[in-house]
């Protein structure tokens, strides 16, 4: 049989034209194509804003002509990252009306969905990468939705089950980020460049805060400026040690000092094993040059929580590999003295306070009785609350802490928290989400024949994920949006980590390097 399309005519005659699948001649579809296109713009002039319609068509065509490059998944996978990153959550929208904010970070991640369930339906599972992490977000997504039938009366007699099935599936949407992001790494050197764009973006969000701290002007609130955005609301101003805290792009400072110290880690880790810069002194000036400018960025926020966070991921290497948290405490050490010199009001009221013990528990007994009480003087009414439903609590949604409905204080403490709301049931839930990959990731980072770069990178995830399940004490942090996106960013890497190329690691037992670097206490090969 000839191939019609690829068959050279007999010499003498005229050549034809191409036919496309769809039966129609190139030129003639080309036509249609503009017609098309002309009626829509027509239309859109006439009845929508001109200004709107100019810059959506602007976009249109530049996405066509690159769509090539645009459209692919690991465009799509750096675009969802920054995204995370630089676009403030409950701050922007797209400039459409559908009856909801079209937030940034939704579109991209539905967007993303629907083209993965899309490449599901067409190919099959061949395709399909493992996510490691899925018993976990099953289960803790059980959980909470089984606190919400257990208290479904009483929760659809006050009106409150509509935010329950709500909060439900916003979990399992930020939860999808693990598995899109584990479906969209394809090698080792997209993974690379990945975790370079997360160090190097949480250092252009700490430089930007420190400008903010100086300045009280945040960027971030500016991107409408030259996006097609529209914000929301402005952030109310907090002050702390003699000026403004920084917010970024973050919810809250809090939450941005959390952020930075998720993404540390990352940046000592690729010190070792990144391949650029290529000589490994100038490596690691340069991510150390990162590191300081996300300490800088975290001092900017005035959050003690950032402090503490720290300082429950540093134990964990402490008690994990003793030596590397040797070499971690001579780096850091200099650096604190500096800080000190240099900023002492900020390196007052972050780390000073926290070995004033009485005055530390004297400022969280603080106001008690009124809506910003101390995270102390919340605990005997919280603890008062869970006696009367201790194992489903009262509900997923029951407790609205803002706005004209709101029936609860603000806890700043999501374990607690979700104690209340989904009893001991919810929390064992939370648990099995956020403390057992710890375990996991660290049983991997022993294991042997796993090779060190692998089992480095499960280390400073596992790191990470110990910072944010400390911080949680401190913060609700399901209700800033950010880390909680960014911590699945981790674990999808994580599962690359755990599982590309698994089958090609060379045998423990002829690998007397992966010996010598599994054996306890040990620190990175040189």
């Given at each position: 049989?000839?191939?019609?399309?690829?068959?050279?005519?007999?010499?003498?005659?005229?050549?034809?034209?191409?036919?496309?699948?769809?039966?129609?001649?190139?030129?003639?579809?080309?036509?249609?194509?503009?017609?098309?296109?002309?009626?829509?713009?027509?239309?859109?002039?006439?009845?929508?804003?001109?200004?709107?319609?100019?810059?959506?068509?602007?976009?249109?065509?530049?996405?066509?002509?690159?769509?090539?490059?645009?459209?692919?998944?690991?465009?799509?996978?750096?675009?969802?990252?920054?995204?995370?990153?630089?676009?403030?959550?409950?701050?922007?929208?797209?400039?459409?009306?559908?009856?909801?904010?079209?937030?940034?970070?939704?579109?991209?991640?539905?967007?993303?969905?629907?083209?993965?369930?899309?490449?599901?339906?067409?190919?099959?599972?061949?395709?399909?990468?493992?996510?490691?992490?899925?018993?976990?977000?099953?289960?803790?997504?059980?959980?909470?939705?089984?606190?919400?039938?257990?208290?479904?009366?009483?929760?659809?007699?006050?009106?409150?089950?509509?935010?329950?099935?709500?909060?439900?599936?916003?979990?399992?949407?930020?939860?999808?980020?693990?598995?899109?992001?584990?479906?969209?790494?394809?090698?080792?050197?997209?993974?690379?460049?990945?975790?370079?764009?997360?160090?190097?973006?949480?250092?252009?969000?700490?430089?930007?805060?420190?400008?903010?701290?100086?300045?009280?002007?945040?960027?971030?609130?500016?991107?409408?400026?030259?996006?097609?955005?529209?914000?929301?609301?402005?952030?109310?101003?907090?002050?702390?040690?003699?000026?403004?805290?920084?917010?970024?792009?973050?919810?809250?400072?809090i939450a941005l000092a959390v952020l930075f110290c998720m993404i540390i880690p990352l940046a000592i880790y690729l010190m070792k094993f990144s391949p650029w810069p290529r000589f490994a002194f100038t490596r690691k000036l340069f991510y150390a040059a990162a590191i300081g400018v996300m300490i800088l960025g975290m001092l900017s926020a005035?959050?003690?929580?950032?402090?503490?966070?720290?300082?429950?991921?540093?134990?964990?290497?402490?008690?994990?590999?003793?030596?590397?948290?040797?070499?971690?405490?001579?780096?850091?050490?200099?650096?604190?003295?500096?800080?000190?010199?240099?900023?002492?009001?900020?390196?007052?009221?972050?780390?000073?306070?926290?070995?004033?013990?009485?005055?530390?528990?004297?400022?969280?007994?603080?106001?008690?009785?009124?809506?910003?009480?101390?995270?102390?003087?919340?605990?005997?009414?919280?603890?008062?609350?869970?006696?009367?439903?201790?194992?489903?609590?009262?509900?997923?949604?029951?407790?609205?802490?803002?706005?004209?409905?709101?029936?609860?204080?603000?806890?700043?403490?999501?374990?607690?928290?979700?104690?209340?709301?989904?009893?001991?049931?919810?929390?064992?839930?939370?648990?099995?989400?956020?403390?057992?990959?710890?375990?996991?990731?660290?049983?991997?980072?022993?294991?042997?024949?796993?090779?060190?770069?692998?089992?480095?990178?499960?280390?400073?995830?596992?790191?990470?994920?110990?910072?944010?399940?400390?911080?949680?004490?401190?913060?609700?942090?399901?209700?800033?949006?950010?880390?909680?996106?960014?911590?699945?960013?981790?674990?999808?890497?994580?599962?690359?980590?755990?599982?590309?190329?698994?089958?090609?690691?060379?045998?423990?037992?002829?690998?007397?390097?992966?010996?010598?670097?599994?054996?306890?206490?040990?620190?990175?090969?040189?």
């Amino acid at each position: 049989m000839v191939d019609v399309k690829t068959a050279e005519p007999p010499r003498g005659t005229a050549p034809t034209r191409t036919v496309r699948a769809s039966g129609l001649p190139r030129a003639p579809l080309s036509i249609v194509i503009a017609v098309v296109a002309g009626v829509v713009v027509l239309l859109a002039v006439l009845f929508l804003e001109p200004l709107l319609v100019g810059g959506v068509l602007l976009v249109a065509g530049g996405l066509y002509v690159f769509r090539r490059v645009v459209f692919n998944w690991t465009t799509m996978l750096f675009v969802l990252t920054a995204v995370i990153l630089f676009v403030p959550i409950r701050r922007y929208a797209l400039p459409i009306q559908v009856g909801f904010a079209l937030e940034p970070y939704r579109v991209v991640i539905a967007a993303l969905l629907i083209a993965l369930a899309v490449t599901v339906f067409l190919r099959g599972t061949r395709d399909w990468k493992p996510v490691v992490w899925g018993w976990p977000i099953a289960i803790a997504l059980w959980t909470a939705f089984a606190s919400l039938m257990v208290n479904a009366v009483t929760l659809t007699e006050t009106g409150l089950i509509g935010g329950g099935f709500a909060n439900v599936f916003q979990l399992a949407f930020l939860l999808s980020t693990i598995v899109l992001v584990r479906q969209m790494l394809s090698t080792e050197k997209i993974t690379m460049i990945l975790l370079n764009v997360i160090v190097l973006g949480g250092a252009v969000v700490g430089f930007f805060a420190f400008f903010e701290r100086l300045t009280r002007r945040n960027i971030f609130l500016e991107l409408n400026t030259f996006l097609p955005l529209i914000l929301l609301r402005d952030e109310g101003e907090s002050l702390r040690a003699g000026g403004a805290r920084a917010y970024a792009s973050s919810q809250h400072p809090i939450a941005l000092a959390v952020l930075f110290c998720m993404i540390i880690p990352l940046a000592i880790y690729l010190m070792k094993f990144s391949p650029w810069p290529r000589f490994a002194f100038t490596r690691k000036l340069f991510y150390a040059a990162a590191i300081g400018v996300m300490i800088l960025g975290m001092l900017s926020a005035v959050s003690r929580t950032g402090v503490v966070t720290l300082g429950a991921m540093y134990l964990f290497i402490l008690l994990v590999r003793p030596k590397l948290a040797g070499l971690l405490a001579l780096i850091a050490v200099p650096m604190v003295v500096l800080v000190a010199m240099v900023l002492p009001a900020l390196f007052e009221s972050m780390v000073l306070s926290l070995l004033d013990v009485q005055g530390l528990i004297a400022s969280q007994m603080a106001a008690v009785g009124l809506p910003g009480q101390g995270r102390l003087a919340d605990l005997p009414q919280a603890f008062a609350e869970f006696s009367y439903s201790p194992l489903a609590g009262t509900g997923l949604g029951s407790r609205v802490v803002v706005g004209d409905d709101a029936n609860a204080d603000i806890l700043d403490n999501q374990w607690l928290g979700s104690l209340l709301e989904s009893g001991v049931l919810g929390v064992l839930g939370l648990v099995v989400l956020l403390v057992w990959p710890i375990f996991v990731l660290t049983r991997f980072a022993f294991r042997r024949g796993v090779p060190a770069a692998r089992a480095y990178l499960a280390l400073a995830i596992a790191t990470s994920a110990v910072g944010y399940a400390t911080a949680m004490f401190f913060y609700d942090a399901f209700a800033f949006m950010q880390t909680l996106l960014m911590l699945s960013v981790l674990l999808g890497i994580a599962a690359w980590a755990m599982t590309d190329g698994a089958d090609s690691w060379p045998d423990p037992e002829s690998d007397p390097v992966t010996a010598e670097r599994d054996a306890p206490g040990a620190v990175a090969p040189r």
